[in-house]
């Protein structure tokens, strides 16, 4: 599955208040965008209340993200390369393998279970 960005979940939460602005029933509008009855609920109530603003991702509380774009880039240049380019003992890699060249690579280190979620 491919990993939405910003601008398209933007995009999409947009398309589907503009449809329930135009008297679609959120029912319908959830069904058919593939959105949770209470997401599109939540992003209605935000437009209404702050404007396209509204549907904007807010800031997520944690950590922030280890990978994020040159790096997650890096990550999926090596899982498309031939383990055997990098090192590994045989061409079946794993994802502890990877992390380490990704580590010694970039200095960032990953979790196998994080390199497996790319």
């Avoid at 503009?18 to 509008?29: A, I, M, T």
């Avoid at 280890?66 to 990550?75: A, C």
């Avoid at 990098?86 to 390199?115: D, I, K, N, P, Y």
């Amino acid at each position: 599955m491919l990993k939405e960005t910003k601008e398209v979940r933007v995009f999409r939460r947009a398309q589907a208040v503009r449809e329930v602005v135009k008297g679609q029933r959120l029912q319908n509008v959830s069904d058919a965008l593939q959105l949770t009855y209470a997401a599109l609920r939540t992003w209605v109530h935000r437009f209404a209340n702050q404007g396209v603003q509204g549907l904007v991702d807010r800031p997520r509380p944690g950590r922030p993200a280890q990978v994020t774009g040159e790096l997650e880039k890096h990550l999926n240049r090596l899982i498309d390369q031939d383990p055997l380019e990098h090192g590994a003992l045989s061409s079946q890699g794993s994802c502890r393998e990877l992390a380490t060249v990704f580590a010694q690579q970039t200095g960032v280190h990953l979790g196998r279970e994080r390199v497996r979620g790319v």
